[in-house]
């Protein structure tokens, strides 16, 4: 697998034409993105994240398939929900191909937008996919007393490490790998992982403590060098921590075991990255920090530009997601020469 970044298309990478009130590269380029580094952590970062894996492989997920099964454009599909660490019951569904062959599983999951509907095209062939809404998010997860806007739910619990709230949608993920092979017993053989945004962070932290995951595949992927996202502005969830850390530097104690890019560098599977040269929603750095973090072997898609509408946005993603698809299958993506 090449380590060289690699772009969808021969075009050009300039940043597009914005109106934002801060510059939403943070002033790097490729080769600046590519020399982030990421904070060693705490040092039981691993441990906290063993130990947090463990109870959660000890969860009854009990899941259950929802209503009837539906089959859309050669896929099948049903709303399904299992019990996640805290005996929180997380809701979402399941996808298989129609043709009932199965190679491996995936657990896909969103962005802070939260998840609406299963996107099954993202998923490689004979795959089957269970696409949970995270604790607190999306249509089939929401708790009381737990904020659905990004905002709130980045801090919801930030006061410490056990409480915080984005350590529980880490173990939604385990949680959901467990009750997918309970559902569909031919995953068990293979798992892997997608997550854009949210989820590409919530995936990095989850991953390095999972055997059960062979691949994956993550976007634009939020969480990393908490310390150096503090620093940057932005339109996504890292603005509300941002402003959290002003009022109380402290928030970096917590966040210091929730960073992804220190996780990243526990990841020996092979991961596949989307990583953006301009994002005013999550800082480019910090997603090039996952990336080069990333321990094991690795390909990255440099993307011009992540959670903004540009020119050529849609040729992009679809190239993307092929990409993705290509790499968790186990095959090599067909990708345009490496950039110069």
Request: glycine share 12%; proline share 10%.
């Amino acid at each position: 697998m090449s380590t060289h970044p690699r772009t969808t298309d021969t075009g050009e990478l300039s940043p597009p034409p914005h109106d934002f009130p801060f510059d939403p590269t943070h002033g790097y380029d490729l080769p600046h993105l590519l020399a982030v580094t990421a904070p060693s952590g705490p040092d039981d970062f691993a441990d906290f994240w063993r130990e947090r894996h463990a109870r959660a492989l000890r969860v009854d997920t009990a899941p259950r398939i929802e209503g009837a099964w539906a089959t859309v454009d050669g896929v099948r599909v049903a709303a399904v929900s299992y019990t996640s660490a805290d005996g929180v019951r997380i809701g979402g569904w399941l996808t298989v191909p129609a043709s009932g062959r199965v190679t491996q599983g995936c657990v896909s999951t969103h962005g802070y937008g939260g998840r609406a509907a299963p996107d099954p095209w993202q998923s490689p062939p004979e795959t089957a996919t269970i696409w949970p809404c995270l604790r607190g998010l999306g249509t089939r997860s929401l708790l009381p007393g737990v904020p659905s806007k990004s905002a709130g739910h980045v801090l919801h619990g930030i006061g410490a490490r056990e409480s915080y709230l984005i350590g529980g949608c880490v173990a939604d993920v385990w949680c959901a790998a467990t009750a997918l092979q309970r559902l569909v017993p031919e995953t068990g053989g293979r798992l892997t992982y997608l997550g854009t945004s949210f989820g590409g962070g919530i995936g990095a932290l989850a991953l390095p403590w999972d055997e059960r995951f062979h691949a994956a595949g993550l976007t634009v992927p939020t969480f990393g060098n908490h310390p150096l996202r503090v620093t940057l502005p932005c339109t996504g969830s890292g603005e509300s921590v941002r402003t959290r850390y002003a009022g109380d530097p402290s928030v970096l104690d917590v966040l210091a075991y929730f960073d992804a890019a220190t996780a990243a560098r526990h990841i020996e599977i092979p991961v596949h990255v989307g990583a953006a040269l301009f994002d005013p929603h999550v800082p480019p750095p910090g997603q090039f920090a996952v990336y080069n973090a990333l321990a094991g072997p690795r390909e990255l898609l440099v993307l011009r530009a992540g959670h903004f509408d540009h020119p050529g946005e849609r040729a992009e993603t679809a190239a993307l997601e092929e990409a993705q698809r290509q790499f968790l299958s186990g095959t090599d993506p067909v990708l345009p020469p490496p950039t110069a």
